[in-house]
């Protein structure tokens, strides 16, 4: 028998002729519809009679069945030539690779970061920390410009402004947050206002630069410190 | 009991031949019907037929007269009931879905694993064609174009594909 040419003219091949390879081949053009109309009716009729090409069908069809359900590797899944089926993939298959270990690296971030501010701020408290400049012309500078010098006395301040925050706050609920940053955590007129003026003259605040480490815990810190005073409140 | 009933083949006969045979035939008929539900539906009717006439079919041939008698099952339906042309697609879904013999869980799981190895093996040129035709369902027309090669370069190269996931799932584990 004749099985004629496929859709694609590329192959002519006799039943008689046939090799195990080639009606697998033909097998799995059919069941893929690659043949002509003349070549898939002569296939159904072998199919009629030939038990070898029912089971070159079956076979053919296992394979394919098994082919379309391997998952398309990730590390390929990028490249323009593989794509899956929309139904087949899952949600750790659509995500990137990175996407997917990301969800709980912002809250681990975050406290790495007031870590670090923290122990920042405990070198700079802790008496056993870094050692008085014996030298004070050369004093080191920080990435701001304010000397080492300048930031203990910002971070006893800052300790003691915070004492201070905890019973009278700074702000009014009404008044945003950033105008406390925006006119200065240290503003001389806060703190007279505030009863505290032995503080001005023991400490030359306006010589004073804050780190960015410093403003950064002080905005959690203010934060922390509004939402008790208003559950308190 | 009639004579009709006492002319039926013995169940267990029935159920032998389905055991080693089900899976086989249940492909086969997939093949011919691109449908699962209509496969299974053509593979009941042929039980049905094997269990009432089945006697007629000498004990060596019973296999290829089982499928003989399904696939003429398969054309019945296929007159009947228009079907999609999106075969690939269906298969893969139904398959995950399916229980019945030709879909085994275990054997399923393992016979993936296996092709997926064998897909990891083939050269990529290959692998791009076989992803093509069965992931993209694209005609190898279109592949050969997308690829810019010959007609006969693009199905050469699948045909070869397929030979060797093929060689691969003959082999023992």
Same mark, same amino acid.
């Given at each position: 028998m004749t099985y004629g040419k496929t859709k694609n003219n590329s192959m002519t091949t006799k039943s008689n002729g046939l090799n195990s390879l080639d009606l697998e081949w033909l097998a799995f053009q059919y069941f893929t519809d690659e043949l002509t109309e003349d070549a898939r009716i002569q296939f159904e009729n072998s199919l009629e009679k030939d038990q070898l090409a029912r089971e070159a069908l079956a076979r053919a069809v296992e394979l394919t069945q098994a082919v379309a359900m391997v998952e398309v590797p990730s590390h390929e899944a990028a490249s323009n030539d593989t794509v899956c089926l929309p139904s087949e993939m899952d949600a750790t298959q659509i995500l990137p690779p990175n996407r997917a270990s990301s969800a709980w690296m912002a809250p681990t971030a975050w406290l790495a970061v007031v870590g670090l501010v923290c122990v920042a701020a405990l070198l700079y408290w802790n008496p056993l920390g870094p050692p008085a400049n014996l030298h004070p012309g050369s004093q080191p500078v920080t990435e701001n410009g304010a000397s080492a010098s300048d930031s203990g006395e910002l971070a006893s301040l800052w300790v003691e402004t915070g004492e201070f925050l905890v019973t009278t706050p700074l702000v009014s609920e009404d008044e945003p947050v950033d105008g406390l940053l925006d006119n200065g955590l240290l503003d001389d007129r806060q703190l007279e206002s505030q009863g505290e003026p032995g503080m001005r003259s023991e400490v030359d605040v306006d010589r004073l630069q804050a780190p960015s480490w410093m403003m950064a815990a002080f905005t959690v810190f203010t934060d922390v410190e509004m939402q008790e005073s208003r559950h308190e409140n | 009991m009639t004579a009709d009933e006492s002319a039926r083949i013995d169940p267990?006969?029935?159920?032998?031949?389905?055991? #080693?045979?089900?899976?086989?035939?249940?492909?086969?008929?997939?093949?011919?019907?691109? #449908?699962?539900?209509?496969?299974? #539906?053509?593979?009941?009717?042929?039980?049905?037929?094997?269990?009432?006439?089945?006697?007629?079919?000498?004990?060596?041939?019973?296999k290829a007269w089982l499928f003989r008698v399904a696939y003429n099952e398969a054309l019945l339906l296929r007159r009947r009931q228009a079907t999609g042309d999106n075969i690939l697609?269906?298969?893969?879904?139904?398959?995950?879905?399916?229980t019945g013999p030709a879909f085994e869980p275990v054997l399923q799981a393992e016979i993936v694993s296996r092709v997926r190895k064998a897909m990891e093996e083939l050269p990529t040129e290959q692998r791009r064609i076989v992803r093509m035709r069965i992931y993209e369902q694209k005609t190898f027309k279109v592949i050969a174009e997308e690829l810019q090669i010959p007609l006969g370069t693009a199905l050469s190269r699948m045909r070869a594909a397929m030979g060797q996931l093929r060689s691969k799932l003959a082999e023992p584990e």
């Amino acid at each position: 028998m004749t099985y004629g040419k496929t859709k694609n003219n590329s192959m002519t091949t006799k039943s008689n002729g046939l090799n195990s390879l080639d009606l697998e081949w033909l097998a799995f053009q059919y069941f893929t519809d690659e043949l002509t109309e003349d070549a898939r009716i002569q296939f159904e009729n072998s199919l009629e009679k030939d038990q070898l090409a029912r089971e070159a069908l079956a076979r053919a069809v296992e394979l394919t069945q098994a082919v379309a359900m391997v998952e398309v590797p990730s590390h390929e899944a990028a490249s323009n030539d593989t794509v899956c089926l929309p139904s087949e993939m899952d949600a750790t298959q659509i995500l990137p690779p990175n996407r997917a270990s990301s969800a709980w690296m912002a809250p681990t971030a975050w406290l790495a970061v007031v870590g670090l501010v923290c122990v920042a701020a405990l070198l700079y408290w802790n008496p056993l920390g870094p050692p008085a400049n014996l030298h004070p012309g050369s004093q080191p500078v920080t990435e701001n410009g304010a000397s080492a010098s300048d930031s203990g006395e910002l971070a006893s301040l800052w300790v003691e402004t915070g004492e201070f925050l905890v019973t009278t706050p700074l702000v009014s609920e009404d008044e945003p947050v950033d105008g406390l940053l925006d006119n200065g955590l240290l503003d001389d007129r806060q703190l007279e206002s505030q009863g505290e003026p032995g503080m001005r003259s023991e400490v030359d605040v306006d010589r004073l630069q804050a780190p960015s480490w410093m403003m950064a815990a002080f905005t959690v810190f203010t934060d922390v410190e509004m939402q008790e005073s208003r559950h308190e409140n | 009991m009639t004579a009709d009933e006492s002319a039926r083949i013995d169940p267990a006969i029935v159920e032998t031949l389905l055991s #080693d045979h089900g899976a086989e035939l249940e492909r086969f008929l997939i093949g011919v019907l691109r #449908d699962p539900q209509l496969a299974g #539906d053509a593979l009941q009717n042929a039980l049905v037929k094997m269990v009432e006439r089945g006697h007629t079919a000498q004990e060596e041939t019973r296999k290829a007269w089982l499928f003989r008698v399904a696939y003429n099952e398969a054309l019945l339906l296929r007159r009947r009931q228009a079907t999609g042309d999106n075969i690939l697609r269906r298969l893969a879904i139904t398959a995950k879905t399916q229980t019945g013999p030709a879909f085994e869980p275990v054997l399923q799981a393992e016979i993936v694993s296996r092709v997926r190895k064998a897909m990891e093996e083939l050269p990529t040129e290959q692998r791009r064609i076989v992803r093509m035709r069965i992931y993209e369902q694209k005609t190898f027309k279109v592949i050969a174009e997308e690829l810019q090669i010959p007609l006969g370069t693009a199905l050469s190269r699948m045909r070869a594909a397929m030979g060797q996931l093929r060689s691969k799932l003959a082999e023992p584990e």
